[in-house]
């Protein structure tokens, strides 16, 4: 959540040295402009769907009659149960079989802090007072692109993309703007944390000159944390509750001095790992979500727990201390508030294939409520 700085994870390596490793994975404007039917690389996704159509009918026939019969709710609409032959931005049956794999990967890598990160910093970047997409940032998949991930905020989340590579490369018919929220949200709930009312269909960005510039995110130790935190947040259409809810996932995670410049080299909380040892974490469990950021931010009693100028400013702020009371005293409050909060985020900027966005959930859909509808923040349009 913070430039140079946010959720950390266990998973980790040289950033130059990965890099390198994952440069099938960071398409070029040129590669990108190549892109064909003559050359339908998994790694490289498309933005249009008419041209994921007609590939997916001419190379996997099988795959598009699943399609056609498969059982598929969209979201907030009274479509039938049916899927129409229309492909969307992502396959619904794709993404079901991705965030399997993403469990997997979760439950062998430990890497739950950085594939939240990953969604965050993808979505972070939007900017409300921009109307046209994607100039207004926001979840579009524009973070795989080498140059955005040189932002400093984004130091060491190219470790997040190796982590995905695989499941990118098998399920080529989901958005990297949908992987990345869907590893993020998965994150949350098999940490623990709250079931998130996710909707999918994001289109990606083509090309690296779509990336937004560098500065969108919050950064660690501003001068004025609290005005700080409101002006990025506030600039992506969050209010308080929503910045204190948020700041909340840092109950997972540890932050790395090397990559951020912040924290310990290392505590008796992360000297053994799992994954990768090293860091300061915000808690005592940083791989279990739930509300003891707040209570051990409160507390102030160990040293060994790291206490950011924009996380001690949750509780020095009166407007931002109200939530952070309520968040410190129920869990179930800060679930409630963070599972509302991470969905609006993740629709930030986003522009959706079909409109109304896709739900991989099994069950009746029910309309998010309405202040997390997409339209309101993102929209179907160019």
Not at 100 to 106: G, Q
Not at 194 to 208: E, F, N, Q, W
Not at 252 to 270: A, C, D, I, N, Q
Request: charged share 25%; net charge neutral; glycine share 6%.
């Amino acid at each position: 959540m913070a430039e140079r700085l946010s959720l950390t994870s266990a998973f980790s390596s040289s950033s130059m040295a990965s890099l390198s490793a994952a440069s099938r994975l960071l398409p070029s404007a040129t590669k990108a402009a190549r892109l064909s039917l003559s050359t339908p690389s998994p790694s490289l996704s498309s933005s249009s769907s008419s041209l994921k159509c007609l590939r997916s009918s001419l190379l996997s026939p099988h795959l598009l009659l699943r399609q056609r019969r498969s059982a598929v709710h969209v979201a907030a609409s009274n479509f039938g149960t049916v899927a129409s032959p229309k492909c969307f931005a992502s396959d619904p049956d794709q993404l079901k079989s991705a965030r399997e794999d993403i469990k997997e990967i979760l439950n062998t890598k430990f890497c739950h802090p950085i594939l939240v990160r990953l969604g965050w910093h993808d979505a972070g970047t939007y900017n409300k007072n921009i109307e046209e997409w994607p100039q207004r940032g926001g979840a579009d998949g524009s973070l795989r692109f080498e140059i955005e991930l040189k932002h400093a905020a984004n130091a060491g989340l190219v470790n997040a993309l190796k982590l995905l590579e695989t499941i990118k490369d098998k399920y080529s018919g989901v958005t990297y703007a949908d992987l990345f929220q869907l590893a993020s949200a998965t994150a949350i709930e098999e940490a623990g944390g709250p079931k998130i009312p996710m909707k999918y269909g994001r289109v990606d960005t083509s090309s690296p000159d779509q990336c937004p510039e560098e500065g969108r995110l919050p950064d660690a130790g501003p001068p004025n944390p609290a005005a700080h935190l409101r002006e990025v947040f506030y600039r992506m259409g969050l209010n308080d509750k929503e910045i204190v809810a948020l700041s909340g996932a840092h109950t997972l995670g540890r932050s790395r001095p090397e990559r951020s410049g912040w924290g310990k080299p290392e505590t008796k909380y992360t000297k053994d790992g799992p994954g990768a040892p090293g860091g300061q974490s915000w808690t005592v469990q940083w791989l279990k979500f739930d509300n003891s950021y707040f209570k051990d931010i409160k507390e102030r009693m160990d040293e060994d727990l790291l206490v950011l100028p924009t996380d001690a400013v949750l509780f020095e702020d009166p407007a931002f201390k109200v939530y952070a009371e309520k968040y410190a005293a129920d869990q179930n409050e800060f679930f409630k508030d963070y599972a509302e909060a991470h969905a609006k985020l993740s629709n930030l900027g986003a522009k959706f294939d079909p409109p109304e966005g896709i739900s991989i959930d099994d069950g009746p859909v029910t309309a998010a409520p309405e202040k997390f509808v997409a339209a309101k923040y993102s929209s179907g349009k160019d």
